[in-house]
């Protein structure tokens, strides 16, 4: 059993912004009661909230229960029966400002959205940490934002655009229709790293579970790490991966 258990969220844990299933969230209180595990993905606090800790019993160890928000920009800890802020590297409202400019203007050079058509909710959203860019809208339908850039084309176009005009930043994408703008050097190696050095754990001692360990996905970031790395092709695939733990 690995000290620590990282898990991406969207397409590994849950389908895209889907609450955690009563099995799965039985199997990772069970985790949680057997060694440390933390979230990191690229949605805020209360898309994690929502989508996984509330859903877990509550009477499960939280206290082993790490929030990695904004691809690790971010970091929250149960302390006193609350969620506990560690560190955040926050963007300016002047960042955030210069991010959108960039993002729409490349958005308009690549072409891969048309803005003129409606979109399932806000498009451009200021995390405090993190600016992050959806597609089809923060609340599209998760039928919509599976097919529609499938083979990454869409977003590894949008991202080298908005890279090319934010030099001072770390542009990565992030789900299944987004682009994720975060401070130079902030993203998912960061927040691994982090916590390692806040818990003591050795690298080669953690594990990071993710269904986009490939290049150009949203998990490369961790292969910055030592840390060891399961990759899988959705949520029955990281419960297989569970399981295999406690078998082992």
Known sequence: ??????????????????????????????????????????????????QVVEKLPENAPFENLYLLPTSGAMLYEWHKGAWSKVYEERLSEEEALLIKRAILSAVAETEVVDLSKPAYGERIEYRGSQVTFSALGQQAPFALKKVWDADHVKRRMLQAAVADRLQGFSVSMGGSTSID????????????RKLCERLGISEADALYVGDELIAGGNDEAVFKTAVRTNAVSGPEDTRRVIEALFTS
């Not at 703008?181 to 691994?192: E, H, N, P, S």
């Open 1 to 50: 059993m690995p000290k620590l258990i990282f898990f991406d969220i969207d397409g590994t844990l849950t389908e895209s912004k889907q609450p955690l299933t009563e099995e799965m969230a039985t199997l990772l209180a069970r985790l949680l009661a057997a060694t440390k595990v933390a979230l990191i993905s690229g949605g805020a606090l209360p898309q994690f909230l929502k």
């Open 181 to 192: 703008v975060t401070k130079r050097g902030i993203d998912k190696a960061y927040g691994v």
